[in-house]
Nanobody, 123 residues
Framework: VQLQASGGGLVQVGGSLRLSCAASGRTVSSSAMGWFRQAPGKEREFVAT???????YYADSVKGRFTISRDNAKNMVSLQMNRLKLEDTAVYYC??????????????????WGQGTLVTVSS
């Protein structure tokens, strides 16, 4: 299974970016697909995930600003990020796995990881 994340870049505070994660070797509809991020000097943290059922879950810090979506035909998952803040600056990783409900926000519950894409929010 390979995951290829893309779409990162430099954006000003309040701006938007859309990250994409292309999957091969496994269909995105057969996995929970998540986004995590790691800021400089900080631990990796959960951002959002979509279960096989299509149910979505978000970190409190991004709820209402970020939207995770899935395109089964393209076998891709996207993360639309709006109203970006300085604290959203991080390397964003997509991940795939089969976490149980109580472990959806835990990175260790995801078996496959993409290489990461850098999002920099500037003032």
């Amino acid at each position: 299974v390979q995951l290829q994340a893309s779409g990162g870049g430099l954006v000003q505070v309040g701006g938007s970016l859309r990250l994409s994660c292309a999957a091969s070797g496994r269909t995105v509809s057969s996995s929970a697909m998540g986004w995590f991020r790691q800021a400089p000097g900080k631990e990796r943290e959960f951002v959002a995930t979509m279960r096989r059922s299509g149910s979505t879950y978000y970190a409190d810090s991004v709820k209402g600003r970020f939207t995770i979506s899935r395109d089964n035909a393209k076998n891709m998952v996207s993360l639309q990020m709006n109203r970006l803040k300085l604290e959203d600056t991080a390397v964003y990783y997509c991940a795939a796995g089969d976490p149980i409900l109580s472990s959806l926000r835990e990175g260790r519950s995801y078996k496959y990881w993409g290489q990461g894409t850098l999002v920099t929010v500037s003032s």
